[in-house]
Every structure is written in C-alpha cells, then in structure tokens.
C-alpha cells in the first residue's frame, strides 16, 4: 500500500514539475487516448443492427419511430427500413405489439366506428360501407403466402329506386406476387371476392397483376396454362419413375426426365345424324267435298213464258272429292363436342441408369445380353407406371452407362467452426485489435517520453539568471526535481552525459562568474570535483 502511495506520488511529482505547455500535451495525449479507445470499445462491443420493420406508411412508421426514442432504444433508418440491435429486436417487437403498433396499414370495418351523428347522410354511409368492404377483403388477400401488395376496388351499385333495370356488380383485384400465382389461386380470389358482395357473380371479377396481365376474369389471358399444367405434370412424372428406380439402382444412380406435350387449342365440333329408316308420323289431314249441277232441255216457245205454261225436260249431275295429307317426322341426332386446352398428345420419357450399380461386369461375356435384358424390364415397367399408349405416339428411351465419379476437391465443403467463427467476430476481433494497438502507440510513443524526460529549463543556461545566486537556485530547482532517496550527482551525471553542451556551458559560466566574485559554490565545487565522472 505503501508503495503504490510512493509510485503515486512520485508520478505526480513528475507530472508538477513538468512545463505547462507539456502538461498540455500530455493531458490532450490522454484525452485522445480515452476517445479513441471508447469509440473502438463500442464498435467491438457493440449489437449488430437487425431490420425490425420495413415497407411502412410514413405515419405509422412515426409511431414506431416515436416510440422507439421514447424507450431510450437506439435505432437506424435505412431508407424505408428501420434497423434496431439485434439482442433486442424481439423484446422491441412484443413491447411494440403490446401497444397495437405498427398499425394496420389497411382498414376494415373499424372506419364504420368513425360514421356516426346525425350529419351523415346515407351516400357517405354507404361509400364508408364499401370502404370497408373492401379493407377486409384486402386483407383477407394479404394473408395469401406470396400476395406482397393487393388492392380491391369493388363496382358500388349506385341505381335509382325509380330505376326498373338493375346493372351488374363487378369487382377488380390488383396484386403483386413475389412468385408466380397459378390459376386456381386467381379462381379462388375471384369466388372469395363474389362471395363477400351480395350480388356479384365470380367471372365478373377480374384479377389484375401488373406484370402478368390479367389472371382471372374477362378477357383473361389463359394461354399459359396448359403450358404449366404441362410443366407440372412432368414433374410428377418425373418423381413417380424415380421412386420406382431408386429402390433398385440406388439413390443418385437414376436420371429421368420427362416432356408431356398438351394441346393448347380450344375447339367445338356439332353434328347432326338423320335416320331415314325411323321415320313416323307427324301429321295426318283428310278433306273430303261433294256439289251437285241441274241443267234443262228443249226450245223456248211463247207457251214457255205463260203462267202454268207447257212444261219442258231438264237434267242434274252430282260431284264428290276426297283429299288426304300426311307429314312424318324423321329422327335427328344432334352432337356437339368441346375439346378445352390441356388435352395431352404425347408423353416422351428418357432414363439414364448407372451401369456400375446394376452390378454389370463390362468384361463378362453375356455383359452386352444382360443389359439389354434389363433395359427391357426397365421399359416395360416405367411404361406401365407411367400409363404410356404407343399408338397415341408416347416414346421412351432406356440407356444404361457409367456414371462419372466427381472427385471429392470438386465438392463445395461446409464451412468449418473455425470459417464460421472468423466470419461472425471477425470485424469485432479487428476493431478489438486495432483498440489495443492504439493504446500501445499512445502510451509508449506520447505519454511515456513525456513523463520519462526531465525538464530541461531547470539546468539551461537562460534559466539560471543573472549571477551566481541565480545560477545555485537553478541548480537547486534542478535537483529538486530528483526524489530526495535519490543520489543527486547520479542525476548530474546522467544530465551532464544526454546534453554535455548545455552542461559545459553552465559550468562554463558558473567558473567564470567564480573568478569574477572571487567567491566559492558550494554546486560549482561539486561539478568541479566530480568533473572527471561528468565528462565519462
């Protein structure tokens, strides 16, 4: 305890001693020494910044914002992005939660909440209403897996109570994907969206993507599909023949791939067949008439035209007709056929198998016979997993080679503990380093010569003065610099050895003014006596 009082003490001392100008220095050596080394020690220590939200609308990004500087968390924007240290992103994000933050960005039925007095009318009853509407379906679509964005806009009927006719309702939803949306997902969305407004048919709603096209609804690009039913269908092809092989040739000893060729035309054919033979009848019409003529004979005589006259012959005729219509009805056949896109053509399949697991000796005599014998079970079994129909014009292709070895060098390895250890504290183990080399520069390079070398004015000859007084109180203050455990001429010594020309010409001036004063000092008798262990 002692000792460390003493090597206090001392230290400071030393530091008294010292010029202002160097004290200066030496406490802006210290300070930049400090700095430095709290600003290295926070990189080194500090949390790694990790995204806690991104995407946000500017007011609701506020909220968070404020409530992060109110928290006393520190946090970094990067764009639309907001990066908080990593230890805490968790905890932030459950403190946030708690306090109903981030706020939706798209609102449902809470805005009809804000619809109430006596000063709304029904028209903004109404458009709140669809408003609402159409928030709840948007984020019924958000939930989707892949849906980034979506808006509903939904055809409000708006008809008159006058009016007799009704317009239909439509509906558009426009979305972006990070990946493809497959068809039915777009059919589904167009049910889900019809469903939700009373009176809305499906296909009158349309699903909208801005690279795409339009997905589902009128006019809706379908050409397309077939192309990624196709894709699909190989796939699964592909798989199905794999887990037949596997089994036998070992796993990655079996390469399939399969092409399914799909018609892409839609087209409708109507027939109509008569049947001459089965004919019956339709219709049957009878029309009968008859009529009867009387006709006279003889000469006009004047008796003729008396009253009671003379009488004279005549003659009658009767007429009867009979007509009868018949219509028969023949039988008619009427078919119409609708071929949609889709309808597979041809179905081609290419296998290639690893001779060397099939336990095929190349140099064996029946080597050529055996393979041909399996390539053959092979076929015949993938043709039958694969429901394959030659005369449709499915074709399929067996070969049977080695396959090469890659070597092991060639092989991506996983990183080791030591790659993945440099990878994460690498920057923390340098900004650790570089801290450490400064303080060793700081400390050897300027605070080390600074308390290590001695004042130089105490034994200078412009701070003796004028005099031999002045010239004793010099040398006084300078070996009252020295500890007083200390040898005084040790330290003369090694004064005199680092700057002998200030020394020779102290002591130069000090024998002069002697022999002017005729007087003796007692510092001067001293250098003088140990002037032979001064100049060694």
Known sequence: MQLGATAFMKFFDTIKALPPARQLMLAAAVAGMIA?????????????????????????????????????????????????????????????????????????????????????????????????????????ILAIPGVSSARVHIGANLRSGFSRSQPNQTASVTLTTARDMTAGQAEAIQYMVALAVSGLRAEDVAVIDPVRGILAGPKANRTEEPAMAAASQASLLEQKILSLLEPRVGMGNARVSATVDVSRHRQVTSAVTYDPNSRVIRNRTTNDSSGANAGGGGGMTVASNLPQGGEGGGSSSTNKNSTETVSYEINETRTEVETLPGEVQRITIAVLLNEQALGIDPAAADAATRAQQMAADFEKLIASAAGLDIARGDTISIELMPFQVVPVDDLIQAPGMFEQLMERYFWSGLQALLLGLVVIVLGVGVVRPMLVQKP??????????????????????????????????????????????ETAALLQQWLTEDQQTGQSDPIAAAFDNRKVAVNE
């Open 36 to 140: 430095a080394m709290s600003f290295l020690f926070q990189g080194a220590t500090r949390d790694p910044m990790t995204l806690l939200y991104s995407g946000l609308e500017p007011a609701h990004a506020g909220d968070i914002i404020k409530e992060l500087e109110q928290s006393g968390i520190s946090y970094e924007i990067k764009g639309e992005a907001i990066f908080v240290p990593q230890g805490k992103r968790d905890s932030i994000r459950f403190t946030l939660a708690q306090q109903g933050l981030p706020r939706p960005s798209v609102q449902g039925y809470e805005l009809l909440d804000q619809v109430n007095g006596f000063s709304v009318t029904s028209e903004m009853y109404n458009a709140a209403y669809w408003r609402a509407k159409e928030g709840e379906l948007t984020r019924t």
């Open 456 to 501: 130089k004015d105490a034994l200078s000859p412009e701070g003796v003065g004028e005099g031999a007084g002045a010239g004793a109180a010099g040398a006084g203050a300078a070996i009252g610099v020295v500890d007083v455990e200390s040898d005084p001429f040790a330290y003369l010594k090694d004064y005199a050895s680092e700057r002998q020309d």
